[in-house]
């Protein structure tokens, strides 16, 4: 079945340098979200859009970090100038639309983005 | 802040028990929980999500309780097979994130 592709599966940086991830969520999933797993089980909700637009983005460094998604294109996150501490495993996921509202819908989770910055 | 707390941290049981895992959360003001289930080195799968106007939910030998007033759910596991090894997490959702607990992470040996 359909599921949510996150690529590249591992990426190593220096510090430093630039890091960009790419999520395509399942297709007719209005919602996406990002999230960063540090120290295996502590996740961090970074990001979520509806379609195009910021749905909610207090979760993110916004100093270093952005994020968008764009019609017909993956989504992405990227990271300027990574530091040690951004390596983590970062999760992408995606939902139906009407997501908070009468419908309650599952999340459905990518495989991660494994990111080393050394 | 919605703060979720999951014990134990850490479960080893023999291959056939019943279990039961627990998850509590401080804010009672949410849409749904769900379990999710994260195999080393793989993403999470969602096991079981649970309305706020819900009580459970089954899916095979998983059975999934919510008891908002009080911040809990349980996740019950019977029967339990080496094949469920993983970490099990719950998190809720208060309709524009969700808020993970820390997880437990459960070995069944054969």
């Known amino acids: 079945g359909e599921e949510v592709a996150q690529t590249p599966k591992h990426l190593v940086r220096g510090e430093g340098q630039k890091a960009k991830l790419y999520c395509a969520p399942i297709?007719?999933?209005?919602?996406v979200f990002w999230y960063q797993q540090v120290l295996k089980n502590e996740f961090k909700f970074l990001i979520s859009?509806?379609?195009?637009?910021?749905?909610?983005e207090t979760g993110m460094p916004k100093e270093r970090f952005s994020a968008k998604c764009l019609p017909n294109s993956p989504c992405s996150l990227e990271i300027q100038a990574t530091k040690l501490e951004d390596s983590a495993v970062y999760f992408c996921a995606s939902s139906r639309p009407l997501r908070g509202l009468d419908v309650n819908e599952k999340l459905f989770f990518g495989s991660g983005t494994q990111l080393s910055v050394l | 802040k919605q703060e979720v707390t999951q014990i134990p941290a850490a479960l080893s049981v023999p291959e056939g028990e019943n279990l039961v895992l627990n998850c509590s959360f401080t804010d009672s003001a949410i849409y749904n929980l769900q379990w999710f289930r994260q195999d080393p080195g793989k993403g999470l799968t969602s096991l079981l999500l649970i309305q706020s106007s819900q009580r459970e939910q089954t899916s095979g030998r998983l059975n999934a309780s919510l008891d908002k007033s009080s911040g809990r759910s349980t996740l019950y596991i019977a029967a339990s097979q080496p094949g469920d090894s993983a970490t099990y997490l719950c998190?809720?959702?208060?309709?524009?994130?969700?808020?993970f607990g820390g997880g437990t992470r459960l070995m069944v040996k054969p």
């Open positions: 859009f509806q379609n195009e637009n910021v749905f909610d």
């Open positions: 297709k007719g999933h209005s919602y």
């Open positions: 998190a809720v959702d208060a309709g524009n994130m969700l808020t």
